[in-house]
């Protein structure tokens, strides 16, 4: 159980974490999500009690950290940086931790064999590639056989198999009656993993939700349909006498020619069927599912700490704040495909720019800035939101590139109600 | 590093701990859909047990082994190595000739083995190691902490034993420790290498003059005064590079510099001044005072009127060694790990 309350950090000019105020419960996997630099890894730090709040307070199984008589058996914790000397063992390393507390060696060799450590426990912990030294975390999480577990990002770095065998073990461990509360920025991963979900954008709690509500807010089915212009209005009329729903009626502007109108309330055969009947020529005709990465970009669109540049207008990508609504709980998350919202006049890119063939990625969530024109790759010598945020480290560079080139794959509607 | 044998073995979760839930860790639990038990709820976070682990970090680095080794050794070979130059200076007839000569005329100046005290030299032989291993000394002080913060490490030091000044005193005992057990093989070794060839000539310590005594063990508490400052300075720069030359550049660079404005400009009083309050210069007086006088006293030696007492020497150095700590201890105390 961790109690935060009003919790509060600043780094001179820069707020952090603004306030937030969230309770994470035993026996569920709680998924802790937000884009980078959204507060994360600081918020589990000060639930750690390494860094100190600047107000609010933290409280972890009822105490404060500091005050814990027995650290390793209430919180287990994986933190983002490697915490390891890599002069020592991975055995040497865990014996450290577990010397402070007594735990014996036999329990040190349960966790080497558990994480799938023993071809390289004794090995120096400097030449472990990045998945060896997230299993080592998690070994050092587990140690002390902790009530509560504390997991910043713990597939970054891992082998699919290692993926599914954190998922597995992280939701083993919740039905146990752990608390468990994991981080990550992928929405994908967190919707198959964790029960509940605390988004954190810009440092402030953007939704507290549990997956399954979330979920069933974001999977949202419409239709886009492009008639010619003389036919819009009447057909307009057929489908809402239909009972079709237009959600997103580009043809309503006087300025666009043959736009689109996203329909929800029919699939495409009735769209088809009724546009036979009033004999109008369909032009386009796409059924559309928004995914849950979608629902998530929209929601956190407004806090994306660091913006990528559009090269081809020198411009920065803002956040389209004015085509996403304003959402305050994941249900109002009104997924948006149309999130693409360049004006009319605004010069198209070249698909080809200088920045290579970003185009590959495409579509509406390819990146995790909205604008999908752009190539999703974070270019050399960018520049950065003015928002007088600091020059970002060249980590924070790799992992803004990482999210943004979307290697994993969509999450589909089914995948999210595993 | 090979990663042949790395391949995912990886196990179903089969973690312990759904044992049956003491009464303890059913107080520790609230509210939960099944109550949760850690096997370790009674594995308490206490002194002796951080204790032991700092003492299990220091060992579990080659670097410690191999430091403290080379300090030994060195010590021993130095006092084997000057030994054997005495050995043969004193074996040397025309040096005996100048030292028989000056016996003779005790009042002139020269450079032969004259007024001076061979058992002094005794001593210094077997001391003088401590130039190399204030160096090593003041390295061990800055890694034992500052490689937990250059490596993350203290992260998950301060998560297992949150209580950051216990950490700070955990460290000060095994970097003492360590120290003392290294100065005292040290010279112990030192002694055992060069009394053959010492007693041979009638040069020996002895062990019933205070001023020997004291050089002896002053080695000691002066090594450990430097591992003490080391420790604070690396607690308060957080890094390893800034640390290490932080400290070589107080116990080193400075007093050689300072010394060679001494030497050549002896009127500015105000540089000696400085000279003599720096620590290692301070802090030497407790090993070299009484010891070094009678040896070195020459042209182009700093008189030891311009030094201080070989315990309020002493005292000059603790003190910014516990100045240290002290700074350092407010700031592991108050500052973001």
Request: net charge negative.
């Amino acid at each position: 159980m961790i109690e935060v309350t009003g919790l509060v950090k600043r780094y001179g000019e820069k707020t952090a974490v603004d306030g937030i105020t969230f309770t994470v419960e035993p026996g569920v996997v709680t998924g802790f999500l937000g884009p980078n630099g959204a507060g994360k890894s600081t918020t589990m730090r000060m639930i750690m009690g390494l860094d100190k709040p600047n107000a609010g307070s933290v409280l972890v199984n009822g105490q404060r950290y500091a005050t814990l008589k027995s650290p390793l058996s209430e919180v287990g914790a994986l933190l983002e940086a490697r915490a390891v000397h890599p002069g020592r063992s991975a055995r040497q390393h865990l014996r450290v931790l577990a010397a402070t507390h007594s735990i014996p060696n036999s329990r040190v060799d349960e966790v080497i064999e558990l994480t799938g450590l023993e071809g390289v426990a004794n090995k120096r912990v400097g030449g472990f590639s990045l998945g060896m030294g997230q299993r080592l975390g998690i070994a050092s999480a587990l140690l002390g056989d902790p009530h509560t577990l504390i997991l910043d990002e713990p597939v970054n770095g891992l082998d699919p198999e290692g993926v599914l065998w954190v998922r597995n073990l992280v939701r083993y461990l919740a039905a146990q009656g752990r608390t468990v509360f994991l981080s990550s920025h992928l929405m994908s991963e967190m919707a198959i993993t964790a029960d509940k979900l605390i988004i954190i954008g810009r440092g402030k709690i953007l939704a507290d939700t549990t997956v399954a509500d979330f979920v069933r807010g974001a999977s949202k089915h419409y239709v886009r349909v492009s008639v010619p212009d003389d036919a819009v209005a009447r057909f307009r009329f057929a489908l809402e006498s239909a009972g079709g729903i237009i959600t997103d009626d580009e043809s309503a502007s006087p300025t666009q020619v043959n736009a689109a109108m996203d329909v929800s309330g029919l699939d495409a055969a009735a769209v088809g069927e009724l546009a036979l009947v009033n004999g109008v020529a369909l032009r386009e005709l796409t059924p559309v599912s928004s995914t849950l990465e979608e629902a998530y970009m929209e929601l956190t669109a407004d806090s994306v700490e660091y913006h990528t540049v559009d090269m081809s207008t020198g411009e920065h990508t803002a956040p389209a704040t004015g085509a996403i609504p304003v959402a305050t709980g994941a249900n109002s998350a009104v997924p948006d495909g149309s999130a693409v919202s360049d004006s009319p006049g605004m010069p198209v890119p070249p698909r080809n720019s200088i920045l290579g063939d970003g185009s590959a990625e495409g579509g509406p969530s390819g990146g995790n800035a909205p604008d999908a024109s752009k190539p999703p790759g974070v270019p050399p010598g960018v520049t950065l939101d003015t928002a007088g945020m600091p020059l970002p480290t060249r980590r924070q560079l790799r992992e803004a590139e990482r999210a943004a080139t979307g290697t994993i794959p969509t999450l589909t509607d089914e995948g999210g109600q595993q | 590093m090979s990663t042949t044998n790395l391949a995912p073995d990886i196990k179903e979760p089969e973690v312990q701990g759904a044992t049956s839930p003491t009464s303890d860790s059913l107080a520790s639990t609230v509210d939960g859909p099944s109550v949760f038990g850690s096997s370790f709820d009674h594995h308490v976070v206490n002194f002796p047990r951080m204790l032991r682990s700092e003492w299990l970090k220091l060992w579990s680095l080659r670097s410690t082994w191999w430091v403290s080794g080379m300090t030994i050794v060195l010590m021993a070979g130095l006092a084997l190595l000057f030994a054997a130059i005495m050995n043969t200076m004193i074996n040397d007839p025309e040096v005996m000739a100048g030292a028989n000569g000056a016996a003779a005329d005790p009042s002139a100046a020269n450079g032969g083995m004259g007024n001076i005290d061979m058992a002094a030299i005794a001593v210094l032989i077997i001391v003088i190691g401590y130039q190399f291993a204030q160096l090593t000394v003041a390295v061990f002080g800055v890694l034992a902490i500052s490689n937990e913060y250059t490596s993350g490490m203290i992260r998950a030091t301060f998560s297992a034993a949150p209580r950051r000044l216990r950490t700070l005193w955990a460290k000060l005992i095994v970097v003492t420790v360590t120290t003392v057990a290294i100065a005292v093989v040290g010279l112990a070794l030192s002694w055992l290498v060069s009394h053959p060839l010492l007693s041979r000539n009638d040069m020996a310590v002895d062990f019933g003059n205070a001023t020997h005594v004291r050089a002896i063990v002053g080695t000691i508490l002066y090594l450990v005064a430097i591992a003490w400052l080391s420790l604070g300075v690396g607690t308060i720069l957080r890094h390893t590079a800034a640390g290490i030359s932080t400290v070589m550049a107080l116990i080193m660079v400075l007093p050689m510099i300072l010394s060679i404005i001494v030497a050549t400009a002896p009127t500015v009083q105000w540089v000696s001044d400085i000279n003599k309050f720096l620590p290692s210069v301070a802090g030497e007086r407790i090993i070299m005072g009484g010891i070094a006088d009678t040896v070195m006293m020459g042209p182009g030696m700093e008189s030891s009127a311009n030094m201080l007492g070989p315990w309020p020497g002493f005292l000059v150095l603790l003190g910014y060694a516990v100045l240290a700590l002290v700074i350092a201890a407010v700031r592991i105390k108050k500052t973001d790990a």
